[in-house]
């Protein structure tokens, strides 16, 4: 019914019906009000649909005109006096509803918030888009700033790299060094950054910029080659106060645009408006649900970590390294010799190295390679997409970047930090089919299928919507050239760019829940160890797992079919697994909720089909079940996903969390922590998660709310309010809710339990006779159940 007054008020607004729009909203509000009077939960539920459908405009899209915004402000604004007026016992208002009826606060808030959100953004998108198109940096040629852009990123990448012993601790290290906010900013005062934040903001600002770039100068970008010797006068980003402020403004923009993405999709509320001191109109957005977006942000260190974690640990060819840069430095050398003409910019054409010689090389690319396909499930890997294999794009990626380690290794033979023309040859411009052509005499990869794989990597200059710097590195300059820096190429998250193939392309993935249930049941079957680097397992004490398929037709004549059915103790666990993959943008994050909805209320459903098709249920499954069904007490429901994004929440008495979360309970119940010393890597064991010594339900139920998985981050991240640069009195001053890491959440939480370590001994195992209760609880003696088994002796 709700989803039919969107659809008339949507049309009503294409056809400038302003009072048939009116209607439909208030008529909407009417009806989420008889919801809260009925006792329905009620969570911005009508800015949430206005937002999704559409019915609220973004105000910094590229559509949106001064037309939008007057009738979407009128509308609202229309809409809240007449609720107003209807809260207002002096007003009389019989004519337009029943008397007695009041409309809701939170309904009039969330009106409220459409309001200042539409107000609020369309004055900076105006603001901020007029300085784009002022400021001299952006009116130099496009060929020029784009250049500059990619220069200017490079150079600092090479700068952090030069300095990196700055920035971590000399003794050992964590892998979270870089991720740390502790880098004072300059346009605020006693705000703090950390290194990767910081060159994401350069990242998305740039990114900003080069949509921004596209989509003026795309479609006539004409220019059939570029060459390399191309007048580079323009071309400083240093010393250049114009440059500087044009990257000002885009970051201005990226913080904007994020915080209305946040607002969209159900992130951020408006917390206040007001006025400063010198008259500038405050808007401050804090955190809608704050448990929500704590899990997103925790997800997201915990992906950064367990990257990191991985690259310490990766022994496989730290004693090749010397050797592969060795040969990479003769690929550079070889790479400046075919130099003919003195190029401000490197030119490749002729350069064809040796195969084996440039495999060898590709090595230095290869960690990366490991670490993705050791954190992503091989469905996704050795999927095809629209004619692609995902495996030949890492592959591609190897080629790539390490044609960009050449490059960069080729440039610090030729800069000179004194002459910032130098710099540009940091860089190169590159014909799409010099490195289709080699990528496929590299790799035996036919032509045209090489061709297809480079094109996948490359920013398009046009019909670029989908298109970013952060999955396509290789930027358009030309129409048969692209950039190429090892800047670009190096930050590129594999991870989130298999995804992007998926979401670009619609790929179904419905198939990997399939494999993602066998291997789930698989690693709950093959028991328990010590560590990561423990390879023995041992039987799971107090813990059963069902390994029948368990499908029938329940209770309210529907079939039904369980994922996973575990007996830990005396408690019933019933687990749907959802397989989603990682989000990387909130549109998607939010998409792929519905997944997450969908576990929740099967999961109720099988709760109720536990009590009344108890005798069906009993017969299939393979483990012993008592004759009477589990009281409701004694059944813990959990919707498992295979990505970090919901751990920890719960909803409806579910419990949400990741597969790897919830295995390493079961699995691995030790907390190892990584570190990496000037010469070797460590693993420490630094506590044990089953108190007693074996896995309880009540423990486990505390578990899925504070898994050791989260605990360094959910005991050291921060929240603050992150402030949008504000340029002069033509700007909003805007405010959003963030949460950012203060401190080393790996040396925090390894110090607090070694302090706790310290104050208390445990006795885990104390002495168990023969006849005594076994430990693990399972209501057997100890030498009936697990004596001589290894767990207790």
């Known amino acids: ?47 949430h649909i206005l937002f999704k459908t559409n019915c609220i405009r973004n105000p910094i899209g590229m559509k949106y005109t001064d037309r939008d915004y007057e009738k979407t402000k009128q509308i609202l604004g229309d809409v809240l006096n007449i609720a107003n007026a209807i809260n207002d016992a002096k007003v009389d208002t019989r004519d337009i509803i029943q008397e007695g009826i009041t409309i809701d606060k939170r309904i009039i808030k969330d009106v409220l918030d459409m309001a200042a959100y539409t107000e609020c953004f369309y004055k900076m998108n105006s603001v901020n888009s007029a300085r784009m198109d002022e400021c001299d940096a952006g009116k130099i040629p496009f060929i020029e700033q784009l250049i500059s852009l990619v220069v200017f990123n490079q150079d600092q990448t090479r700068l952090v790299k030069e300095n990196y012993m700055d920035f971590i601790n000399q003794d050992y290290q964590t892998g979270m060094e870089l991720s740390i906010a502790n880098r004072p900013v300059e346009h605020y005062e006693n705000l703090e950054v950390s290194v990767s934040d910081n060159f994401e903001s350069i990242l998305e600002s740039m990114n900003e910029i080069i949509h921004y770039l596209y989509y003026r100068f795309g479609e006539n970008l004409k220019v059939q080659i570029v060459n390399t010797d191309i007048q580079l006068k323009r071309v400083h980003p240093y010393e250049n106060a114009d440059f500087e402020k044009y990257l000002y403004i885009a970051s201005q923009r990226f913080l904007i645009c994020r915080i209305e993405e946040g607002i969209r999709y159900g992130y951020y509320e408006l917390g206040y408006v007001d006025k400063s001191q010198e008259g500038i109109r405050e808007y401050a957005f804090s955190l809608e649900n704050d448990e929500k977006y704590k899990a997103r942000r925790m997800g997201v260190l915990r992906r950064e970590y367990q990257v990191r974690n991985h ?62 396909e050791s954190l992503t499930k091989d469905y996704y890997l050795d999927c095809n997409v629209k004619g692609i294999c995902i495996r030949d794009l890492l592959i591609t990626y190897k080629y790539l970047d390490t044609l960009s380690e050449v490059l960069y290794f080729a440039s610090l033979k030729c800069i000179d930090n004194k002459k910032q023309d130098t710099y540009f040859k940091e860089i190169s411009l590159v014909d799409i089919s010099y490195l289709s052509e080699e990528l496929s005499r590299m790799h035996d990869f036919e ?38 820096s090892q800047a670009l190429l190096d930050q590129v998250n594999l991870d989130r760019f298999i ?32 560590g990561i680097i423990d390879f023995k397992y041992k039987e799971i004490p107090n813990f059963h797992v069902n390994t029948n398929k368990v499908k029938y037709e329940a209770f309210d004549g529907k079939e039904i079919e369980y994922d996973v059915i575990t ?105 190892d922590v990584v570190t990496a010393y000037p010469e070797s890597a460590s693993i420490r064991n630094v506590k044990s998660i089953w108190r007693n010594g074996y896995p309880e339900a009540k423990e486990f139920m505390e578990y899925l709310m504070n898994p050791v998985t989260i605990f360094p981050f959910a005991n050291t991240i921060k929240k603050i309010y992150i402030p949008v640069p504000v340029m002069d009195e033509k700007d909003c001053a805007i405010f959003c809710e963030e949460y950012i890491l203060p401190e080393d959440p790996i040396v925090t939480s390894m110090s607090e339990i070694e302090k706790k370590q310290k104050k208390t ?32 002796d």
């Open 499 to 530: 995804e992007r193939q998926f979401i670009r392309y619609k790929k179904n993935v419905a198939e990997v829940g399939h494999i993602f249930e066998r291997k789930f049941i698989e690693k709950l079957k093959r028991g328990y160890s010590k």
């Open 567 to 671: 007996v830990l103790g005396d408690y019933l666990i019933l687990t749907e697994l959802k397989a989603v993959m990682t989000s990387y943008d909130l549109n998607e994050l939010e998409k792929r909720k519905e997944n997450v909805k969908e576990a929740i209320e099967q999961l109720n459903r099988r709760k109720k089909s536990v009590s009344y098709d108890w005798n069906i249920f009993k017969k299939l499954v393979s483990i012993d079940l008592p004759d009477e069904p589990y009281d409701e007490n004694h059944i813990i429901l959990i919707a498992c996903t295979d990505t970090y994004d919901y751990t920890p929440l719960k909803k409806d008495d579910v419990f949400i969390t990741d597969d790897s979360s919830y295995l390493k309970y079961f699995t691995n119940p030790y907390l």
């Open 447 to 484: 032509l045209e299928y090489a061709e297809k794989l480079i094109d996948r990597f490359i920013f398009h200059e046009k019909k670029n919507r989908d298109d970013d710097i952060f999955s396509q590195p290789l930027l358009t300059i030309s129409k048969s050239q692209v950039i190429l």
């Open 1 to 47: 019914m709700k989803m039919e007054n969107v659809e008339k008020f949507n049309e009503a607004y294409i056809n400038d019906d302003l009072k048939k729009c009116e209607f439909e909203l208030f008529f909407l509000m009417l009806m989420y009000n008889t919801d809260i009077r009925d006792g329905k939960e009620y969570d911005h539920d009508l800015k």
């Open 311 to 372: 690259t310490l640990l990766d022994y496989r060819n730290q004693e090749d390294i010397p050797i592969i840069y060795e040969k990479l430095s003769i690929l550079s050398d070889e790479l400046i010799g075919i130099q003919t003409k003195e190029y401000a910019l490197f030119e490749f054409s002729k350069f064809h190295p040796d195969k084996a010689l440039f495999q060898e090389v590709e090595k230095v690319a290869e960690i990366k390679e490991r670490i993705v």
């Open 761 to 792: 001994v445990i006795n885990h195992f104390k002495k168990i006779y023969p006849n005594d209760l076994c430990p693990c609880g399972s209501g057997k003696k100890f030498k009936k159940c697990h004596r001589g088994k290894g767990i207790y």
